[in-house]
Each structure stands twice: as structure tokens, then as C-alpha cells.
T-cell receptor, first 114, second 108 residues
Framework: DAGITQSPRYKITETGRQVTLMCHQTWSHSYMFWYRQDLGHGLRLIYYSAAADITDKGEVPDGYVVSRSKTENFPLTLESATRSQTSVYFC?????????????FGPGTRLLVL | RKEVEQDPGPFNVPEGATVAFNCTYSNSASQSFFWYRQDCRKEPKLLMSVYSSGNEDGRFTAQLNRASQYISLLIRDSKLSDSATYLCVVNYGQNFVFGPGTRLSVLP
């Protein structure tokens, strides 16, 4: 049972380049989330998706694009990377979107933008 | 004011000690509350949900005060393996808001 995986685990890129971070879950969870974690801010929600082809903005969506053509995949694209997007990115999934639903997190992608 | 605030920490305690973490939230519409644990350079994992009546799971006790918009986590008989960052999480609708975390180091 692979659970939720992210790739790459580490990425170094340059300002202005496009970068795509992948997230894959094997549980058929409806909801998927993308967070970034920075010192002093905790985890901040970038985008979330309630189901295939349904996505919505979170707290910090600017500079990011998501898609969800299949339930199990939720890629996050940085269209033109900036240094301020250097962060640790976590993908998460849950069966439902609220209430007492537990979020299960992937191992994270550490992104450095030079 | 941040939506979810936590004790800044770090907390350095000896094995066997009892330690309490506090968390306050600003959105009175918040519906669900959780404590997550995050080990160094790892992903967050659910420690426990927090119910209005308070709840206990072994050495861990969580309490919620909706009137004061306050959540707490009590760890009794601390173990070395409890060393981690503890994240307070508040949910309303489809929005999960994480606090910045409180780091705990349990010392031998």
C-alpha cells in the first residue's frame, strides 16, 4: 500500500523556470491538498481539490497552477519560479473535505529556487 | 492577528515530565480541531482530534474551550520519542488552518 507519494523529493531550479511537483495517492480519496511550509508560517494551503476536475484556491495560490484530471493525481506547477517559492511542499489527501476528516500527508518536496 | 497561534516554544523537558501546549484560534466559525505531530524533516501526522467534551488517548489529553477559542494538549510521562513539533489545526468548511507549531524536546 503506497499511500501518498510525492516526486521529486528534492528539486533545485532557477528563477523563471517552470517546475511541476507530482502527487499520487492510492486510496481513491476524494480530497487532495497542496501546502507549503516555511519557517514562521506553518503550513499554508495553496490549492485543494474536492474531486477530479474540481479545484479551488487556498490561502496562497498566486504563482501556482493545479490540475486534477484523475482522482489519484494532483500535480502542482510553478509557472515561473521565484526565490520566494523556495519552500517545502506537502501534498495531502482525505476521504472527505471537512468535519473530522484526517488529512494524510506525503513525504514532501524540498524546492530551492536560485 | 494570525488565525491560529501557538506557544512559541521550544519546550525542553526531562523524561517523565508533564508538558502542556496551548493554541488559540480567531475564527469563531471553526468546526473541527486537531493536533498533528511533525518529526524533523518529516510530514505531519495526525496525533488526535479534539472534541468539545475533551478527549484522552493514553498519555495525551486534548481539551477545547469554544467560548475562549482555546485548545490545549497535555502530555504526561514524556518519552524521548515524544520529541517533535506539535501543530494545532483548525478546520472550518473545507479550509484547514495550521498553527506554526510548538517544538518539544524531551531530554534524557
Amino acid at each position: 500500500d503506497a499511500g501518498i507519494t510525492q516526486s521529486p523529493r528534492y528539486k533545485i531550479t532557477e528563477t523563471g523556470r517552470q517546475v511541476t511537483l507530482m502527487c499520487h495517492q492510492t486510496w481513491s480519496h476524494s480530497y487532495m491538498f497542496w501546502y507549503r511550509q516555511d519557517l514562521g508560517h506553518g503550513l499554508r494551503l495553496i490549492y485543494y481539490s474536492a474531486a477530479a476536475d474540481i479545484t479551488d484556491k487556498g490561502e496562497v495560490p498566486d504563482g501556482y497552477v493545479v490540475s486534477r484530471s484523475k482522482t489519484e493525481n494532483f500535480p502542482l506547477t510553478l509557472e515561473s519560479a521565484t526565490r520566494s517559492q523556495t519552500s517545502v511542499y506537502f501534498c495531502a489527501s482525505s476521504i472527505g473535505g471537512g468535519g473530522q476528516e484526517t488529512q494524510y500527508f506525503g513525504p514532501g518536496t524540498r524546492l530551492l529556487v536560485l | 492577528r494570525k488565525e491560529v497561534e501557538q506557544d512559541p516554544g521550544p519546550f525542553n523537558v526531562p523524561e517523565g515530565a508533564t508538558v502542556a501546549f496551548n493554541c488559540t484560534y480567531s475564527n469563531s466559525a471553526s468546526q473541527s480541531f486537531f493536533w498533528y505531530r511533525q518529526d524533523c524533516r518529516k510530514e505531519p501526522k495526525l496525533l488526535m482530534s479534539v472534541y468539545s467534551s475533551g478527549n484522552e488517548d493514553g498519555r495525551f489529553t486534548a481539551q477545547l474551550n469554544r467560548a475562549s477559542q482555546y485548545i490545549s494538549l497535555l502530555i504526561r510521562d514524556s518519552k524521548l520519542s515524544d520529541s517533535a513539533t506539535y501543530l494545532c489545526v483548525v478546520n472550518y468548511g473545507q479550509n484547514f488552518v495550521f498553527g506554526p507549531g510548538t517544538r518539544l524536546s524531551v531530554l534524557p
